[in-house]
């Protein structure tokens, strides 16, 4: 139980455009996802918070709208990087956790190319 | 906020010997801890967790140690094995609420044969 997946696993594309990266649940329902973005060999840096229903909370530096985040049902959010430039390129990995539960469970992340 | 500090950032065993990693936190109010292994590349995963009405925390060749007052926790594995050689992660995050986790840096841990 408590699977994450996540779609694409990687990506490359041109420098301008945008990408949609999504993350899904798949035996349970999330109320809250997590982004986060993992540079080489650093730690893994929280972007946002993501609640089914409700905006999501951008941590401080993280440009809300260059990172559109939409958690549209119990088990699935979106993370769009809008006019992707080569410094967003980057590991994105999600992670979902439900109710009490504390356990944050990862996604297997999306490597992202911005050529 | 919340701020963990890892150390050390690289550590080097050979197999059989034990593998101490340690972290230090800044908020008194967190009260879960949990610790994460990555291999490269690959997602990372839950090895073991501990919250704080509970000073340690055993499963098989993995334990966690909590001192609450001096705002510390290690990670201990013993008897290491060349599959333990991954970047080990620590986290502290406030219960309830958001969950949010904050990462401590990272140790890269090698276990040589």
């Known amino acids: 139980g408590a699977v994450v997946s996540q779609h694409p696993s990687w990506v490359i594309c041109k420098s301008g455009t945008s990408v949609k990266i999504e993350c899904r649940s798949l035996?349970?329902?999330?109320?809250?996802m997590f982004w986060y973005r993992q540079f080489p060999k650093q730690s893994l840096m929280l972007m946002a918070t993501?609640?089914?229903?409700?905006?999501?909370?951008?941590e401080q530096g993280v440009e809300k709208d260059k990172f559109l985040i939409n958690h549209a049902s119990l088990t699935l959010s979106t993370l769009t990087v809008t006019s992707a430039h080569p410094e967003d390129s980057s590991f994105y990995i999600c992670?979902?956790?439900?109710?009490?539960?504390?356990?944050?469970?990862f996604g297997p992340g999306t490597r992202l190319l911005v050529l | 906020g919340e701020n963990v500090e890892q150390h050390p950032s690289t550590l080097s065993v050979q197999e059989g010997d034990s593998a101490v990693i340690k972290c230090t936190y800044s908020?008194?109010?967190?009260?879960?801890f949990p610790w994460y292994k990555q291999e490269l590349g690959k997602r990372p995963q839950l090895i073991i967790d501990?919250?704080?009405?509970?000073g340690e925390k055993k499963d098989q060749r993995i334990a966690v140690t909590l001192n609450k007052t001096a705002k510390h926790f290690s990670l201990h594995i013993t008897e290491t094995q060349p599959e333990d050689s991954a970047v080990y992660f620590c986290?502290?995050?406030?219960?309830?609420?958001?969950?949010?986790?904050?990462f401590g840096a990272g140790t890269r841990l090698a276990v040589h044969p």
């Open positions: 501990i919250r704080s009405n509970v």
């Open positions: 993501s609640n089914e229903g409700s905006k999501a909370t951008y």
């Open positions: 992670s979902a956790l439900t109710g009490r539960q504390e356990t944050q469970y």
């Open positions: 908020d008194s109010a967190s009260n879960y």
């Open positions: 986290a502290a995050s406030l219960s309830g609420g958001y969950n949010k986790l904050i």
């Open positions: 035996d349970f329902q999330a109320t809250t």
